[in-house]
């Protein structure tokens, strides 16, 4: 059974920078079309950033120029780089890959608390 395991969260200032790991383990994944997802406090969880297996990124609008997501090829391991970041990116941080029709393995998820 494949384990995702997300660290790198923390405590930082307005305007640091936080980088976020996902690795896996269990089996040889490759390089599936993979995601970051955040939880806030009280709020639903939304999309964050994604690499597709032809490493194309995309991003959600609300940390596009602040955060870039990559991938350590050929294993598993996805990246996410947050720069700049804000009080509005205190969240749970999640990573999932999708290794069937949707997102269908997550791990237990990072926090990251951003303070004034």
């Known amino acids: 059974q494949v384990q995702l395991v997300e660290s790198g969260g923390g405590l930082v200032q307005a305007g640091g920078s936080l980088r976020l790991s996902c690795t896996a383990s269990g089996r040889t994944l490759g390089t599936p079309d993979t995601a970051w997802f955040r939880q806030a406090p009280g709020k639903e969880r939304e999309f964050v950033a994604r690499?597709?297996?032809?490493?194309?990124?995309i991003y959600a609008d609300s940390v596009k120029g602040r955060f870039t997501i990559s991938r350590e090829i050929p294993k598993f391991t996805v990246f996410l780089q947050m720069n700049n970041l804000q009080i509005d990116d205190t969240a749970v941080y999640y990573c999932a890959a999708r290794l069937g029709a949707t997102f269908d393995t997550w791990g237990q998820g990072t926090r990251v608390t951003v303070t004034s």
């Open positions: 690499i597709t297996p032809g490493r194309e990124k």
